[in-house]
């Protein structure tokens, strides 16, 4: 099972339990869903640091690919046309 959707199961059945007035087994199975969320939330914080760092590297390159593109102009040596009228 996906880990989204036993995420889910298990929500429902701690719901259950908890809806049922059943809290022993409520409050067994509460820390162990709570540690899956947080270790999951973690790793969410992490590729959204991580999709940061890209965006910022793209933006840097395309930074030093224009400032490329404008010194190989300024160094061109040919002559540039000139239209006749």
Same mark, same amino acid.
């Given at each position: 099972?996906?880990?989204?959707?036993?995420?889910t199961v298990e929500r429902d059945r701690l719901n259950? +339990? +908890?809806?049922?007035?059943?809290?022993?087994?409520?409050?067994? =199975?509460?820390? =162990?869903?709570?540690?899956?969320?947080?270790?999951?939330n973690g790793q969410v914080a992490q590729v959204r =640091? &991580?999709?940061?760092?890209?965006?910022? &590297?793209?933006? /840097?390159?395309?930074? #030093?690919?224009? /400032? /490329? =593109? /404008? +010194?190989?102009?300024? #160094?061109?040596?040919?002559?540039?046309? #000139?239209?006749?009228?």
């Amino acid at each position: 099972m996906a880990p989204r959707r036993a995420w889910t199961v298990e929500r429902d059945r701690l719901n259950d +339990l +908890l809806a049922a007035k059943d809290y022993q087994p409520y409050n067994a =199975g509460v820390p =162990g869903f709570n540690t899956q969320v947080n270790a999951y939330n973690g790793q969410v914080a992490q590729v959204r =640091g &991580l999709i940061e760092r890209y965006n910022t &590297l793209v933006a /840097e390159r395309n930074a #030093i690919a224009t /400032e /490329e =593109g /404008e +010194l190989v102009k300024a #160094i061109d040596s040919r002559p540039s046309t #000139i239209d006749k009228q």
